[in-house]
Each structure stands twice: as C-alpha cells, then as structure tokens.
C-alpha cells in the first residue's frame, strides 16, 4: 500500500476491534484530539445507538453516521474513530480514503466474541448466535475495508492494550506521512 499523507487518522474495523481503546491510545502520543462517531452520534441524538437503532433503524442510524464522518472528517488534524459499519456505504469509503490515513484493526471474530459475550449495546449483534453474527458481518465487510485501508494492523491474540498501541504507533510512524501542519508525534 502507497504512502496516504493526510493531517488526519482514521480508525476503521469491526465491532469489537479496539478502536475505541487504541484511539484513546494513540491520540495523545500522537498529538491530535480522538473523535468517536459513535459518541457524536449519540450526543447529537441525545440518546444511545441502540435506541437510534431502535427508533429509526440502521438505515436512521447509517444517515446520521454519514452526516457526523462529513462533518468531523473535514477537520484538520484528528484521530477519527469510526463505527464497524463505516464502509457499508460507498460514499463513507470514499470519504474515509480522501480525508486521512485509514488503520484497519483486524481481529478474528472468534476474539471478538470473547470480548462481546456480555455487552448488550450493539443492535447488529444481538441474536442467539454471536460468532457466527460476527462470521456473517465479517463476510460482508471485510473486502470494503480492504478497499479503504492504507495499513493493517493484525491481532495478537491476548495482546495488553500497550504493546497494541506501541505496534500501532511504530506501523504509523513507518506508513503515515503526516501531512505539514499535523501535530508533532510524542
């Protein structure tokens, strides 16, 4: 994959992946402000993703994760967090290669479902059969975000949240140029 310079970096995956956690990670070493859509979303709305799922759908719920990645993704030098369902939309995936350099957080399903077996807050998940949800999404999706990535970060299974976030950082600083005016690395 070619250089992408861009001011800004965008986290993209599957739900489950770390995003959030390594975004947080990464930020303040990096130096730019973390953006969760997902927390955008609900502080716009007023109430969490599963009551926007509940309320207007995933198709409500996809218009307003568009609205908030046009919105964020046009700001100079900032982490973007992106929901696992980011690239189900092609104008997302265009955004998303346009506006900054694209981690994609690849973790196997079945990790997933060890960290997801309890948490009740993501519509898309919920059904009797986990793995294979998340088998199922992951089917779906993965060759879009093969289409956005500028650089892959695989799992290590069982991997502290540190020696994620330091494999991230060196994958950055060899496949990221950041763009002039971007905030200087730590």
Same mark, same amino acid.
């Given at each position: ?7 800004? !970096?965008?986290?993209? $995956? ?30 716009? *709305? $007023? ?20 609205? *908030? ?9 900032? !982490?973007?967090?992106? $929901? ?9 995936? &265009?955004?998303?290669? *346009?506006? $900054?350099?694209?981690?994609? !957080?690849?973790?196997? /399903? /079945? ?14 998940? &919920? ?15 993965? /060759? ?21 976030? /330091?494999? &991230? ?13 971007? *905030?200087?690395? &730590?």
């Amino acid at each position: 994959m070619a250089m992408n310079p861009s001011l800004n !970096l965008l986290l993209i $995956g599957p739900t489950g992946a770390g995003k959030t956690t390594l975004g947080r990670w990464l930020a303040p070493r990096l130096g730019v402000p973390c953006v969760d859509l997902d927390r955008v979303i609900e502080a716009q *709305a $007023g109430q969490p993703v599963r009551e926007i799922f509940a309320r207007e759908g995933e198709t409500g719920f996809r218009a307003r994760e568009a609205a *908030a990645l046009r919105e964020h993704s046009t700001h100079a030098g900032v !982490l973007l967090v992106c $929901g696992g369902g980011i690239v189900t939309q092609a104008e997302n995936r &265009a955004r998303l290669r *346009a506006h $900054g350099f694209v981690l994609w !957080l690849q973790v196997s /399903a /079945a990790t997933r479902t060890r960290r997801l077996a309890d948490d009740t807050t993501r519509p898309l998940l &919920a059904g009797a059969d986990l793995l294979a949800r998340l088998q199922q999404l992951d089917a779906t999706r993965a /060759a879009w975000y093969a289409e956005c990535a500028d650089a892959v970060l695989d799992e290590i299974p069982d991997e502290p949240a540190d020696a994620l976030g /330091a494999r &991230a950082l060196a994958l950055l600083h060899a496949r990221w140029q950041r763009r002039a005016g971007a *905030a200087a690395s &730590a």
